[in-house]
């Protein structure tokens, strides 16, 4: 997973918008885990595929205090 992110707009429902897809990211990510089945990313501007397998390392190192 990557840093937290803020929205720079003022705007409330941009904002929500932005929160609503965060939560529809880790929901993705742990339905992926779920269902041993991957999920496609886009990082640096490319199309990737991350297993459920490279999911769960991502979440113990989130967890990692």
Known sequence: ???ERKSPSTDPEIRDA??????AAQ???????????A???VR?????RVTAEE??????EIRKP
């Not at 932005?18 to 939560?23: C, N, V």
């Open 18 to 23: 932005m929160t609503a897809l965060e939560r």
């Open 1 to 3: 997973m990557s840093e």
């Open 44 to 48: 640096d501007g490319k199309r990737v």
């Open 39 to 41: 999920i496609i990313i």
């Open 55 to 60: 999911l769960r390392k991502e979440q113990a």
């Open 27 to 37: 929901l993705a990510r742990k339905t992926a885990i779920q269902t041993e089945t």
